[in-house]
């Protein structure tokens, strides 16, 4: 278990369903990043944990979006009322508190019909 | 604001011969700089980073990358491709003044193809 996990890895829902998307970091991970990659694009940043403090959310594109990591390691992304522009992989990133590196997992592939 | 350009979007390369992957960037500031490759339907393995100090960054699999400050670049390179190194790579930036967002910022990908 060293590296990043996400789940589910894949996730169909119709619009205006809920989703929730789950991040286990890298155990002793301060830091905890979530992206979302458009297909064909590169990832973009949507928001950033301290431990359980939410430093940025700058990235969220929408009210829909809301994340969380309560204990300041698992964290979770939720995405209300889902629409098709939704439609991406987000990917969690970890990194810890002496270096500059993210450590990315799988990623989940959200496909919104 | 920080951003990358990848100008490339395919880089096709024989088996054996040298490769280059084009990333080019802007901060404010003095920049962290990263490649990640991407397989399909998997995240990002980091390959390489540009801290500080030596301008000739070596990372795994026998990518190397150099920083020129003068240039804004950051190339990847390596002396002699694999069939296996085919993949989407990406450049990414961190500006060092930025001491909150904490974010990377990604270029748009280059898909490298390695022909046999």
């Known amino acids: 278990g060293a590296g990043v996990s996400q789940s589910p890895r894949y996730k169909v829902a119709k619009r205006g369903q809920d989703v929730a998307l789950r991040c286990d970091p890298i155990s002793g991970h301060v830091s905890l990043f979530w992206y979302q990659q458009a297909l064909g694009q590169g990832p973009e940043f949507l928001t950033y944990f301290q431990n359980e403090a939410q430093l940025d959310k700058s990235g969220l594109p929408s009210d829909r979006f809301f994340a969380e990591r309560p204990e300041g390691s698992v964290s979770t992304l939720k995405i209300q009322r889902t629409q098709q522009e939704d439609s991406a992989v987000y990917l969690c990133a970890s990194r810890g508190g002496q270096e500059e590196t993210q450590y990315f997992g799988p990623g989940t592939r959200l496909l919104v019909l | 604001a920080q951003s990358v350009a990848q100008p490339e979007d395919q880089v096709n390369v024989a088996e054996g011969n040298p490769l280059t992957v084009k990333c080019t960037y802007s901060?404010?500031?003095?920049?962290?700089l990263f490649w990640y490759v991407q397989y399909p339907n998997r995240g990002l393995q980091f390959l390489l980073k540009?801290?500080?100090?030596?301008?000739l960054v070596k990372g795994s699999y026998g990518f190397e990358a150099e920083f020129n400050k003068s240039q804004t670049s950051f190339h990847l390179k390596k002396p002699s491709a694999l069939v296996s190194d085919s993949a989407l790579y990406f450049c990414?930036?961190?500006?060092?003044?930025?001491?909150?967002?904490?974010?990377?910022?990604f270029g748009s990908g280059t898909r490298l193809q390695v022909q046999p």
């Open positions: 540009y801290i500080t100090g030596d301008n």
């Open positions: 901060v404010s500031g003095n920049p962290y």
């Open positions: 990414a930036v961190r500006d060092r003044k930025d001491t909150g967002r904490r974010a990377l910022t």
